[in-house]
């Protein structure tokens, strides 16, 4: 019997022991850090205290909510006997549902980074410092396997004054006053941090900006850059240099692009604002228009005839000159600004973070040159139009085009300032510009060829100007009931609620934002789905408000189309989305958020 007891032993020993072989150490696994609201709790006063806990890749440890009796959920405590202070609930954010290995349902899980709030409520006698001392209690698994269940231990100290002048606030973008149930850091900002900064963990700094190049190229894709393509074609198709001048003209003109969207991106940063909101000033809208309609005249032939000295010297230096290549990238920057994904917001996200001049210009240059790389290649192929015969007609008529499509895009900027009439003016004008070159320009009459190129290229603006001004058909179906919120407490009663809820943050001058109005939105299975949220539009077009600016640090917006979804309080971090989205992808989303 007595061996047979020794044997049990050593068995259990020798299977705990190789169970320890493959524990990781709590430290290898979770990172735990107390936080509070204030740098001084006051005596008699209650204070709102929180745990940062951060998960690491591949790990999840199980939430107290949504699973059955058999899991060991994350349970923190702070050790109250003996101490000055009494601790109130523990509020929880919501967890992530994932599908785990042999359970029909899925589980309830925490993942990244989770912040686990409560309170600590002190005695009218406390004196301090008062120790904080306590542990997180959790069980960690990943896709394979689940580790015996271990426990992490905290430590701070806490000053004690008389009243509340003496202590100052702490963590205002965690602890939101008057919300106990607002969200901590947003998941998809740190996830967006993580991003940028584990590239360059994994890769370094180096390659890191030879990715964050590739990624300012992949930019060319979204639809804000698009009007740069007819801007670079009629700015270099009427030069007449050399093509090592040409080349250096095209240069300057990618590097204009690439120091103001740098100057943008960085600002941005460090400043929390959206990219697109110079776009919403009329002066800045104005000016770029003034500047293309400029250009165009010139394409008429205008200036020897009616602009002053000064001004024409200033316009012939601006098509032929370096310099003036370089003011109109600078210029046009302006316009890919507005485009941004989750890679940009990431590298935003990360400048801010890091909060360094230098390394923000630097990143940001790197990108904008990767936009700029095929203007690069589309400036020079553009100029080799200037080679066309000079003796005859080519020329001018190639002119008279490109000065209607300066006009075009000048009508383009000014239309955020013309409202609804804006895309009537814009089809006007091109069934006009289409019957001008049918019936009134004669610049091709010596070239069948060209005159039958021009003649195409009338038909499609004519085409084109008759469907956009044809009015949309009404949408015949139910559309997402959006709510409209202008203050933080109307925001806050929507968010109140067990439903969860769908956020848009929009702009008006954001070209995916009106994408997704058109296409995804009304997609039926989305509107379908949409029932199942309160559905909140949140406009960011000036940017201006005061609830607007909070709005944007409490949740992290960096840049518009961003879709959040939040429950009970607390935004599904891994649900948000920027940037244009197929029906199907964000009705993918939303399932995951019900």
């Not at 990781?24 to 735990?32: C, E, G, R, S």
């Not at 003109?253 to 009329?282: E, H, M």
């Not at 192929?381 to 499509?405: A, C, E, H, N």
């Not at 189309?561 to 199907?584: C, V």
């Amino acid at each position: 019997m007595g061996r047979s007891i020794k044997f049990l032993v050593a068995v259990l020993v020798l299977f705990s022991s190789l169970g320890l072989l493959g524990q990781q150490a709590p430290n290898d696994i979770l990172d735990v850090e107390f936080i509070s609201s204030q740098d001084a709790a006051v005596a008699g006063e209650t204070l709102d205290v929180a745990l940062l806990v951060d998960i690491h890749h591949p790990w999840h440890v199980y939430s107290p909510m949504g699973n059955d009796e058999f899991t060991i959920p994350i349970t923190p405590a702070i050790v109250a006997d003996g101490q000055p202070f009494h601790v109130g609930e523990w509020i929880y954010p919501t967890p992530q549902k994932i599908a785990v290995a042999g359970v029909t349902e899925p589980a309830a899980v925490y993942g990244d980074r989770i912040i686990l709030r409560t309170s600590i409520s002190l005695e009218e006698d406390a004196v301090g410092p008062i120790d904080i001392k306590g542990e997180v209690y959790f069980q960690a698994c990943d896709d394979a396997q689940c580790l015996i269940p271990a426990a992490i231990d905290f430590t701070s100290s806490l000053p004690v004054v008389a009243t509340l002048a003496e202590s100052s606030a702490m963590h205002t973008e965690i602890f939101s006053e008057g919300d106990e149930s607002a969200p901590a850091v947003s998941e998809a900002a740190e996830s967006e941090d993580d991003e940028i900064s584990g590239l360059v963990d994994k890769y370094g700094i180096i390659l890191t900006y030879l990715i964050i190049f590739f990624g300012g190229l992949a930019l060319n894709l979204t639809p804000c850059v698009y009007p740069l393509i007819p801007i670079t074609i009629s700015f270099f198709g009427g030069t007449d240099t050399s093509k090592g001048r040409t080349f250096w003209m095209a240069l300057a003109y990618v590097l204009g692009i690439a120091v103001t969207y740098s100057i943008l991106g960085v600002a941005a940063a460090l400043g929390g604002g959206l990219f697109g909101t110079l776009l919403t000033n009329p002066a800045v809208l104005i000016g770029i228009a003034v500047i293309l309609v400029g250009l165009s005249l010139s394409m008429f032939g205008v200036y020897e005839f009616r602009l002053p000295t000064g001004l024409m010297t200033a316009a012939s230096q601006s098509k032929a000159g370096i310099f003036g290549s370089f003011f109109m990238g600078l210029t046009l920057g302006i316009v890919a600004a507005p485009c941004v994904g989750p890679f940009v917001i990431g590298l935003l996200t990360y400048v801010a973070a890091a909060q360094s001049v230098v390394l923000g210009f630097t990143m940001f240059f790197t990108l904008a040159m990767g936009l700029g790389l095929p203007y690069l290649f589309l400036a020079m192929y553009s100029s080799k139009l200037s080679s066309l015969p000079r003796s005859g007609t080519w020329m001018i008529g190639v002119r008279v085009i490109f000065g209607l499509v300066l006009i075009a895009m000048a009508i383009y900027f000014l239309m955020p300032l013309l409202g609804d009439i804006g895309g009537l003016v814009m089809a006007i004008f091109l069934i006009g510009s289409g019957i001008y070159l049918i019936m009134f320009d004669n610049s091709a009459e010596g070239n069948r060829g060209f005159n039958r190129v021009k003649q195409a290229i009338a038909i499609i603006l004519i085409m084109l100007g008759t469907w956009m001004a044809i009015p949309e058909p009404e949408q015949t179906g139910e559309g997402i009931a959006w709510n409209h919120p202008s203050s933080q407490a109307e925001l806050d009663a929507l968010l109140t609620t067990d439903v969860p809820v769908l956020i848009d943050v929009y702009a008006d001058w954001c070209i995916p934002c009106k994408e997704m109005d058109k296409f995804t939105f009304p997609n039926p299975e989305v509107v379908k789905l949409s029932k199942a949220f309160v559905a909140v539009k949140i406009d960011m077009t000036k940017q201006s408000g005061i609830f607007e600016q909070e709005f944007m640090e409490k949740y992290s917006i960096k840049g518009v189309p961003t879709y959040l979804f939040i429950h009970q309080g607390f935004e599904l971090g891994k649900l948000r989305s920027t940037g244009f989205e197929n029906a199907e992808d964000f009705v993918n989303r939303m399932q995951q958020a019900l």
